[in-house]
């Protein structure tokens, strides 16, 4: 059975700090890209970071590029997504992903993802 849980979400203020995780299970982690998409309330599900089996390979947007980082430990099957410097335009539900069959020009899309966690929420205000 494939999980994925999600985990470190809450409340900070702008300019903070925070660590998010995803454990997984139940499908053979480096095998997959795996990535973050936030969601913001009456908002489309957003590409926030997606890093590549070996994790050697990274891809962010422009809206968190350098401020955002994301890594993998593919021993304990585990995502993060480090951020720093938040902004109340990064609040929302963040959500980890793994897309098993890699490609570069639809990895924004989340359509291409065949696992998904629940969520985990992150709320940047003063």
């Known amino acids: 059975q494939v999980q994925l849980a999600e985990s470190g979400g809450r409340l900070v203020q702008p300019g903070d700090s925070l660590k998010l995780s995803c454990s997984t299970s139940?499908?053979?982690?480096?095998?997959?890209?795996m990535a973050w998409f936030r969601q913001a309330p009456g908002k489309e599900r957003e590409f926030v970071a997606a890093?590549?089996?070996?994790?050697?390979?990274?891809y962010y947007p422009d809206s968190v590029r350098g401020r955002f980082d994301i890594s993998r430990d593919n021993v304990e099957n585990t995502l993060y997504l480090q951020m720093s410097s938040l902004r109340p335009e990064d609040t929302g539900v963040y959500y980890c992903?793994?897309?098993?069959?890699?490609?570069?020009?639809?990895?924004?899309?989340?359509?291409?993802?065949?696992?998904w966690g629940q969520g985990t929420q992150v709320t940047v205000s003063s």
């Open positions: 139940g499908f053979a982690f480096i095998s997959y890209t």
């Open positions: 890093t590549s089996g070996s994790g050697n390979t990274r």
């Open positions: 992903a793994a897309d098993g069959s890699f490609n570069r020009a639809t990895m924004t899309m989340p359509q291409e993802y065949d696992y």
